[in-house]
């Protein structure tokens, strides 16, 4: 992946309407730091890459410039921006205390919706700014009366509805600590995520909504409970409507009604700048899944200039975003409300057997601005014949996506069938930032198959195999220089030498992330795809060892190798391989099982493209096995670039993986 790229575009597809980038907020931002921070080379504010270059320049003067133009209301001031330029441990804003949830509460008109609540059934239901801040206060002084205070942990069992958003929220207001799943993860992968954090209480719902289909988890979220030892209550939510069992050994439970209908004034704590906000979970490729902490002040300055000045929300807008709880686009999108604008839950699959277009749908009737996707979602639109022009998108300005590198061929999709005047803002960010890299903004052009520019504040750059900057080849996406919202650590890590292995082992002081890019010499940025081997299903990460733990298990396995690879076209292929034991076959009852089996014992995402049977797998000398060199091998690369066969246990092997990759894109090329 060292090669140098041709650039096919030297023309933009889209570019932006003068009048109304002149007029957008982050237009008004650079106007604003020219004026008041003595921002130099701004004279144009809708020159985004000065504004940029300004950005990543004055590193301090920018992050000041978002907190005083966003009116950052602290408890007590900060002593200086950047106390300390390190990475890791750069310590921002040291002195000042504030609290997210007041920010995400402030702004919200009081009669006006705060959160729109929507499911694949076409149904929803509103709840305003002041039902909102009542619910979040009721739920806050039941946290604090079953014991929960600054620093306890509060985790969530829950689809994509207004109970998460309230509950994190609440648990944000009192300066405990966050984090959440979705219930499609079986009991075992949340336990896996949630008993490292010992916590206080856990809400849980009884179902959720997918492809027509009620689920049913009250016997998950039961199994759930009895995995986490440290709980002092269960708060259980009545979302699907099932009755909830009665049992003598579910310990202390609270129905949500009660929880959430106390008449309350909200009290909320001030905290310092990095004091914990939320964990989320890394994919656990090589065990149990990583807790990356982010602290509040990161966290509101970071998605305020995401929200604020690239996406351009404000009041009146209205996002709707497909996500699930357990991948970072929930907390983005539940910050959609620190702008004044109001946020929409969505439970229930993309794309439902029984109404595949119902999100157009929605976004027509609910008038929503700006709508998120994946580059999968659009593929699959497109390749179903879908046509989303005939509900009336006319309140559509953006459609935002991100997950996994967008092709080309989506760009015209939308232009012809969505709307020829919305922006389509492809773009790249992680779990590990809860934000992005990479995207658009309202001054951007936007060039087919690629993300218009590296994002405000983010010192972004391609580096080769010396660790050098370089511009028009492919090389390892890396930030020379200190983000608000990095981690704080990772949970666990007392040393940090964990949270120093994933981003610093290559390149000391850099931060490392594991994706190809190519900046280009218009200034815009392609992605090639994760550069290690986590899977990486539309945007949502998940971890190998996840599947291979489950298909283990069967008697019929004795071993197996999950890789997830990105395609030429945009696609991503998930294979299984599989080790069989002496005198089975894979037949297609086999391959039901295992099916079943990853389906239950991980999660519907973790269900594999294709199931292969191999004679064996190839590991290191010293028993790991070699995912990244398969991956490679998968996509094409030719084996003597990927590794040495001196290193492998067993060589012969590698030419099987090498003879598939070379089939498979021969195929995709000819298809092509």
């Known amino acids: 992946m ?53 950005s990543v320049t004055d590193l301090e003067g920018f992050w000041a410039a978002v907190w005083e133009y966003f009116d950052i209301d602290a408890t007590t001031e900060y002593e200086r921006v950047l106390a300390e330029e390190t990475m890791p441990g750069a310590r921002w804003f040291p002195g000042a205390t504030l609290n997210y949830a007041h920010h995400a509460l402030r702004n919200l008109q009081p009669d006006a919706p705060a959160i729109t609540a929507l499911d694949e059934t076409g149904a929803g239901y509103e709840i305003t700014g002041r039902e909102l ?36 929220l609440a648990t944000a207001s009192l300066g405990a600590v966050w984090s959440v799943c979705g219930q499609d993860y079986a009991p075992k992968a949340a336990a896996d995520r949630f008993a490292q954090l010992e916590p206080k209480v856990l809400i849980t719902a009884d179902g959720y909504l997918f492809n027509d289909t009620t689920h049913d988890r009250r016997a998950a979220s039961l199994e759930l409970t009895a995995a986490l030892p440290t709980l002092k209550a269960t708060v259980l939510v009545d979302h699907v409507g099932l009755a909830w069992p009665e049992s003598e050994d579910s310990g202390l439970t609270v129905p949500w009604e009660d929880a959430a209908s106390r008449a309350e004034y909200l009290t909320i704590a001030p905290v310092p700048f990095d004091h914990p906000l939320w964990v989320v979970f890394s994919s656990g490729t090589t065990g149990l899944p990583k807790g990356i902490v982010h602290g509040h002040g990161g966290v509101l300055l970071e998605h305020l200039k995401t929200l604020g000045l690239h996406t351009d929300l404000g009041t009146g807008d209205r996002l709707l975003w497909y996500t699930t709880t357990h991948w970072m686009m929930w907390n983005l999108v539940v910050s959609t409300l620190l702008t004044g604008a109001t946020t929409c839950t969505y439970d229930g699959s993309p794309i439902p057997q029984a109404r595949p277009d119902v999100l157009w749908e929605l976004a027509a009737r609910h008038k929503v601005t700006v709508f998120g996707t994946s580059p999968q979602y659009l593929l699959t639109m497109a390749k179903l014949g879908i046509e989303p022009s005939v509900h009336d998108l006319s309140a559509i300005r953006v459609v935002g996506c991100t997950g996994s590198a967008l092709p080309a061929s989506a760009y015209p999709w939308v232009r012809d069938h969505v709307g020829a005047d919305v922006q389509l803002a492809s773009t790249s960010g992680g779990t590990d930032i809860v934000s992005g890299f990479a995207g658009s903004a309202s001054t951007t052009s936007v060039w087919a198959g690629e993300l218009s520019a590296p994002s405000l504040g983010v010192a972004l750059a391609a580096y080769d195999a010396t660790g050098t900057p370089v511009i028009h080849q492919v090389g390892e996406l890396v930030v020379t220089r200190p983000m608000p919202s990095m981690p704080l650590y990772f949970w666990n890590d007392p040393d940090g030498s964990r949270y120093r292995d994933a981003y610093f082992g290559a390149y000391p002081g850099v931060w490392r992330h594991g994706d190809w890019i190519t900046l280009t010499s218009h200034g815009s940025v392609i992605v090639h795809g994760r550069s290690d081997a986590t899977l990486n299903r539309n945007g949502v990460r998940l971890g190998s060892a996840d599947i291979h733990d489950v298909v283990e298990r069967l008697p019929e396995i004795t071993e197996a190798l999950v890789i997830g690879a990105e395609e030429p076209d945009g696609g991503y292929w998930m294979p299984l391989f599989v080790v069989l034991a002496d005198g089975v076959a894979l037949d297609d009852s086999l391959r039901v099982r295992i ?78």
């Open 2 to 54: 060292t090669t140098p790229r041709p650039e096919p575009y030297t023309e933009p597809f889209f570019t932006p309407d003068p009048k109304s980038a002149a007029h957008s907020r982050i237009a008004d931002f650079a106007r604003w730091a020219a004026r008041h921070r003595g921002a130099e080379g701004l004279q144009e504010p809708t020159d985004y890459r000065a504004l940029y270059q300004w």
């Open 133 to 168: 801040r009542a619910q979040v206060a009721s739920v806050a002084a039941s946290l604090r009366d079953l014991g929960v205070g600054q620093g306890d942990r509060v985790v969530g069992y829950l689809p994509n509805t207004p109970h998460a958003v309230i509950a994190f």
């Open 595 to 672: 099916r079943d089996a990853i389906r239950t014992g991980a999660s519907p995402r973790h269900v594999p493209d294709e199931i292969l049977a191999v004679r064996a797998l190839p590991h290191t000398k010293t028993g790991k096995k070699l995912e990244v060199p398969v991956k490679r091998l998968l996509q094409g690369a030719p084996a003597e670039q990927v590794l040495n066969p001196e290193a492998v246990d067993n060589p012969d092997l590698i030419a099987y993986f090498a003879r598939l990759g070379a089939e498979r894109n021969k195929r995709s090329a000819h298809d092509t």
